[in-house]
């Protein structure tokens, strides 16, 4: 009875056994399957991913992987230098004006005087593999990367001395995986050009150690008063301390902080064999002393107001014309040894500083105000172009890079402008002339806007020529004239030939007729402007240096050559230079007379008297004053301050010259009538003028009426 049961059971125990047998070996079949497939999934896509990322590298990196630190050599200053350049383009330097000192307090310090526990102590802590490795630690940055991508973290790591080095002299700290890769092959590719020792040198002198202090010379000064030489054991493992996070670890802010990592670095030598363990105990034990020391021999120059536009066009002209970011122009600027030959005329500057400098020669207001009367001078040669000499400001100069008024200060113009926007392109287009007649009137509607100013006192001329409608500096006249102009044409010439640099809103007949700009012009533009009129219609670029050289002598920026537009035809240059003459010598500006010497000018008085410019040229220089407030407020002065700051300049300068003349229209030109024929008109309102009278320099047989004021001619003046 039992038989056939157990003879069932060992059948189905085998056939269970067989089952079971091939449902394993099936298993293991399908996940050496899997396994393999998966294998060749990863080794394909690893392939590709080399492939793409040998690809990026090559196209994407190349070109950043070329450094070399000389690029950012750190111990040379830069120095500006006065200069003469001639006829051959040759530049003659002829004295330092100033050395660049960087805002980084910094001593350079040779391989050889670094002592030996600190470049120990650094290696310990940072880059324990630092003499085995080729620029790279794989182990931290496969481990850095593993982090990165498994932690969903940005803080890569894994840097070693080579790396964190290229990260402090190249400025570039991005925390992205271009950045690091970048810097790995930099790394790689510093480590094949220079050895360990330049390479540890350079760390240890570039890394910033807090307080202000760069290099292990100043942290040493900083913290405990003394030469990198005499430092100790101790005294070193406190210093490297602070390089992981100053703010963290600078000992003035946390000594504890600073305690625990300076035994963490003693036990990293120990460990590594750099010290003793006698040693390690002894400068475990041991407490530093620290003191605030100061470098009592730095001391940062305060640069002048010329030396500051240099600095800040050497720096633009790298970033546009080398391509570079501001911060890799400053830092080759005040650390690349660069010679730098600037336009000063030294002499010139020199008047131009005993009047603004000394407050106490400055005009007077008749209303006591406790307010400083401030100014800005830029004089310029207008064929060459160069900014002879350049003030941003009255009194003594306290600050470097503060508020510089020739550059940095945008104010209205006011009827300076007039001769730029107005006269000069209706002159150029040949619609008006000296002659053309116009009515002086507040009886006048403009064709393009509901707009027209009034004269200041409110009185009127009648019918007048252009020449005394300029002369006398009448809005109406102005007015009248950018309607025939419009203002699309006025704003064109301001911009596009002159370079000013205006908003939209702009393109107005009240701001480009009276000058009432949105953000205001700069001095320097108005001088480079000006230099159109004295140069039969030739603007020539203004410019504060002619070349740049590196320490060898190698050129870095060329300025030599003039950069000039073409902005007025020449003879309407010379026709509205002979009409400012006539304001040197019976208009608004005749308190700018130069005596035997002839000039040109024109002032400029803006809404509620809070700025008052000259801006006056002779056949030598232009020269363009600006006179106000910082906080802009009435001006109770008599006259002009701005045109009597320009005679006191443009005297002394011209003394020793030969007096020169202008050059005289070549074509008069027949009066036009786009205001109408006005030839009999006679005028409706007290006319404000005198009699006519001749200016000397006229054209022979031209009337000009002239007015006579000496004092406060006002709003459009």
């Known amino acids: ?33 899997v396994t393999i497939t998966l294998l060749l999934i990863f080794l394909c896509t690893g392939m590709i991913f080399a492939c793409i990322f040998a690809y990026y590298v090559k196209t994407c990196l190349s070109t950043e992987l070329n450094i070399t630190l000389e690029d950012y ?44 526990n600190m470049e120990h102590a650094a290696v310990a802590i940072e880059d324990k593999r630092f003499y085995d490795h080729k620029g790279v630690d794989w182990y931290r940055t496969a481990g850095a990367f593993v982090n990165m991508f498994i932690g969903m973290k940005n803080d890569f ?36 050009t220079y050895t360990k020792e330049e390479i540890i040198m350079w760390y240890l002198n570039v890394v910033y ?16 008063g003394k030469d990198v030489s005499q430092l100790d054991l101790c005294e070193c493992a406190s210093i490297i301390a602070i390089t992981n996070n100053p703010s963290r670890y600078d000992p003035f802010i946390s000594s504890e902080n600073n305690r625990t990592r300076r035994l963490d670095i003693l036990y990293e030598m120990y460990d590594q064999g750099y010290i003793s363990y006698a040693e390690y105990k002894a400068a475990s034990a041991e407490e530093p002393h620290f003191v605030r020391s100061e470098n009592d021999n730095y001391k940062q120059e305060i640069y002048s107001y010329y ?9 633009n002209d790298l970033v546009e014309k080398k391509g570079l970011s501001m911060e890799a122009a400053q830092h080759l600027l005040y650390h690349g040894g660069y010679k730098i030959y600037c336009c000063m005329n030294e002499d010139y500057q020199a008047i131009v500083d005993s009047v603004l400098q000394d407050v106490a020669n400055l005009p007077k207001p008749y209303r006591e105000t406790a307010k400083q009367l401030q100014s800005a001078v830029v004089l310029m040669d207008p064929y060459s172009g160069n900014i002879l000499a350049l003030s941003g400001g009255t009194g003594m100069k306290d600050e470097s890079f503060g508020w510089n008024r020739a550059t940095d200060a945008h104010r209205p113009a006011g009827s300076a402008i007039k001769p730029l926007a107005v006269y000069g392109p209706a002159f150029d287009l040949g619609l008006i002339t000296q002659d053309t007649l116009v009515n002086d009137t507040a009886n006048i509607t403009l064709s393009g806007t509901s707009w027209y100013p009034r004269n200041y006192g409110g009185g009127y001329s009648g019918v007048i020529t252009i020449r005394q409608g300029l002369i006398s500096s009448l809005n109406t006249v102005a ?65 504060t240096y002619y070349m740049v050289t590196d320490e060898n002598g190698n050129i870095v920026l060329d300025n030599r050559a003039n950069e000039t537009s073409q902005v007025f035809k020449a003879n309407t240059a010379r026709h509205i230079t002979n009409m400012l003459q006539g304001v040197m010598t019976g208009g608004t500006g005749v308190e700018a007379q130069l005596g035997a010497q002839v000039a040109a000018g024109k002032t400029g008085t803006t809404s509620d008297e809070y700025d008052r410019w000259f801006c006056g040229f002779t056949p030598y220089y ?18 002009n301050p701005a045109a009597q700051i320009w005679k006191r300049i443009m005297q002394p300068i011209h003394s020793s010259l030969p007096v020169k003349y202008f050059t005289d229209p070549t074509y008069w030109g027949v009066p036009t009538n786009i205001f109408g024929d ?16 001749v200016f000397p320099g006229d054209n022979p047989g031209t009337e000009s009426v002239i007015p006579d004021f000496t004092l406060d001619f006002g709003l459009g003046w």
């Open 1 to 33: 009875m039992n038989k056939p049961f157990r003879k069932f059971s060992r059948q189905t125990a085998h056939e269970i056994t067989d089952v079971a047998f091939n449902t394993v070996g099936g298993t293991i079949t399908a996940v050496l399957r």
């Open 73 to 116: 050599m750190i111990s040379l200053s830069s120095v500006i230098y006065t200069s003469e350049l001639d006829e051959q383009g040759n530049v003659t330097p002829l004295r330092s004006l100033a050395v660049l000192d960087s805002n980084e307090d910094r001593i350079w310090v040779e391989y050889e005087d670094i002592p030996l």
């Open 157 to 192: 790591g894994g840097s070693t001395i080579t790396q964190q080095l290229i990260k402090n002299v190249t400025e570039n700290d991005d925390v992205t995986v271009q950045r690091k890769l970048v810097e790995i092959f930099q790394a790689m590719d510093l480590e094949k």
């Open 209 to 224: 150690f807090g307080e202000g202090s760069y290099g292990i010379s100043m942290a040493a000064k900083t913290y405990f």
């Open 307 to 315: 030396v500051e536009v240099v600095i800040d066009d050497v720096l």
């Open 479 to 543: 007015a009248q004239v950018m309607d025939k102009l419009t203002p699309a044409v006025a704003f064109e010439y301001l911009t596009d030939r002159m370079g000013f640099n205006l908003v939209t809103a702009d393109c107005d007949y009240a701001p480009l007729a009276l000058g009432q700009f949105t953000n205001g012009v700069t001095v320097r533009e108005m001088a480079q402007a000006y230099t159109s009129l004295d140069n039969d219609g030739v603007m020539t670029r203004g410019r």
């Open 622 to 639: 232009v020269c363009a004053v600006w006179t106000g407030y910082d906080m802009p407020s009435y001006m109770y002065y008599s006259g």
């Open 678 to 693: 006005l030839a009999v008109a006679t005028p409706e309102e007290e006319t404000l003028l005198p009699e006519t009278s």
